[in-house]
């Protein structure tokens, strides 16, 4: 949530649908179909059996297929044997029983927007699931089965038509299965709950190339891996059946922008009422250090609330909490309970992480008191390595316990780090500076949220309970004994 300036509805949604246009040309624009060279018979046994776009690596068309699959522009050098564009759910079948037959491991990829691209390997298949985008909403029952590949800004769009609603990611372009595979915390998760508890269906494809429905009653384990084991459910989800909401007819907003002069008197405000904030108010606090075209400025605190509900009265009651900061009257910029958009949220997300930049990432839940943590914040909060850098806070609190689900670690609140630049000779540097940020508070987290992930830079992280990753990985010897999919990059 930024603290960018409110747009009229007609001009917030005509700003929506620009942004999506340029982020899908981004993010998922598939590769220029070239003539390749000669395919061997194997090659061509797989061409032939997919409706989709099959490109190995050593063809044309390959590295477009490649650099397409990761949202960011900082690619990892990781180069996977052959990528298979699937068209449908016949696709993922048979790319499956291709890659068992001949001892390939299976990335799976929708949206792309993973930090840590774990679904690209070297010498692997990857499959592209992101032109599954067929959804279907049955209104009156408050569900939509969505494709594994459409992006959660687009399915609600569409569900905002018929007066509802899903948690996504605040952004326009992640997908939808990223997102709630991985847990997901969206609109009004506080209240309704993490995005990985809307699903109560999925269509997966087993490793030997089986078409299943999983759901309380059949598969189950299967659905439970689902509900945010991200990148190690053994399988490859083609749709989901989700959970939606009523769209709560008021959205606002309050905020106020402080001076890194005032980090300490913030935080320390912040993490006093954290039990206090309404379920359905979103309370976070980011650092930037940027201008409008991107310039340095002096680091700076915004302060944001977000109101979702159904009774004005409540929403403004909530956003005056914010209010109640000793060191308001320093604040250089307030904004107060400004009625909004869900569109307006979503562009606010994504003018925070813009399409075309290069990206790292990582993040922790803590219980820290006020005393153990605030001292800790001012370097991770003022330190940032680019302009556009930023840390973000999130109350989570007061936490409710969390459904019986792959995911199974929170805290009270969320901290993460995101370094942005444009300079390929930066990337050592900016890749290393979240990673070094979270290693700082270490001794404070009581674990990662699988959204940010960085396993590979901290193995040591953990984002599943003892108890739920030692079930996963008994689901995954059950049903994938011979590791035909790919698991955390570590």
């Not at 060279?37 to 068309?61: N, T």
């Not at 059949?218 to 989700?242: C, K, M, N």
Request: charged residues 20%; proline residues 5%; glycine residues 6%.
């Amino acid at each position: 949530m930024s603290d960018d300036a409110e747009q009229p509805p007609s001009e917030g949604r005509r700003r929506l649908l620009t942004a999506l246009a340029l982020a899908g040309a981004a993010s998922s624009s598939k590769a220029n179909a070239r003539p390749a060279s000669a395919l061997a018979r194997d090659q061509q046994a797989l061409k032939a059996a997919i409706k989709g776009d099959v490109y190995w690596r050593e063809h044309a068309g390959y590295e477009e297929a490649r650099a397409s699959a990761v949202w960011r522009a900082n690619k990892p050098e990781r180069y996977p044997a052959v990528i298979v564009q699937v068209q449908d759910a016949a696709d993922v079948q048979a790319a499956v029983r291709y890659a068992r037959a001949h001892g390939l491991k299976v990335g799976r990829r929708a949206g792309g927007h993973s930090w840590s691209s774990a679904f690209m390997r070297d010498g692997s298949m990857l499959i592209d699931l992101s032109r599954l985008q067929d959804i279907a909403i049955d209104a009156p029952n408050r569900t939509v089965w969505t494709g594994a590949g459409v992006l959660g800004s687009i399915l609600n769009t569409q569900l905002m038509a018929e007066g509802l609603i899903v948690p996504t990611a605040h952004h326009l372009t992640p997908g939808i299965s990223g997102f709630v595979m991985c847990g997901g915390f969206g609109w009004n998760s506080r209240l309704w709950g993490n995005g990985c508890a809307h699903i109560r269906a999925i269509d997966v494809v087993t490793a030997e190339g089986a078409l299943v429905r999983a759901d309380e009653t059949q598969h189950s384990d299967y659905l439970w891996a689902a509900r945010g084991s991200g990148a190690g459910f053994p399988g490859v989800v083609t749709r989901f059946e989700l959970t939606a909401h009523p769209l709560p007819s008021i959205v606002k907003v309050s905020a106020y922008t402080y001076s890194a002069d005032d980090l300490e008197a913030v935080f320390t405000w912040a993490r006093g009422i954290a039990a206090e904030v309404p379920p359905y108010l979103e309370l976070v606090i980011v650092c930037s250090a940027h201008d409008e075209e991107g310039n340095w400025i002096a680091p700076r605190l915004t302060v944001a609330g977000l109101a979702l509900t159904d009774n004005e009265a409540e929403a403004d009651a909530a956003l005056a909490l914010l209010a109640t900061c000793p060191v308001i009257d320093k604040a250089l910029r307030k904004r107060e309970r400004v009625s909004s958009t869900i569109q307006e949220r979503y562009l606010s997300g994504y003018n925070a992480d813009p399409a075309g930049h290069r990206f790292a990432a990582d993040n922790l839940w803590t219980n820290a008191s006020a005393e153990e943590l605030v001292p800790k914040l001012r370097q991770l909060f003022t330190d940032l390595p680019s302009p556009r850098s930023h840390v973000f806070w999130f109350n989570w609190a007061p936490t409710k316990p969390l459904p019986d689900m792959a995911m199974s670690v929170q805290g009270e609140i969320y901290l993460a780090a995101y370094s942005i630049w444009d300079d390929p000779a930066e990337d050592e540097r900016m890749t290393r500076w979240p990673v070094e940020q979270m290693r700082r508070l270490e001794s404070l987290s009581v674990g990662g949220q699988m959204n940010d992930e960085n396993m590979l830079a901290r193995p040591q992280q953990r984002y599943l309970s003892e108890a739920a990753s030692a079930r996963l990985e008994q689901i995954r010897a059950l049903h994938d004994p011979s590791g035909v999919f790919l698991s955390y990059l570590r």
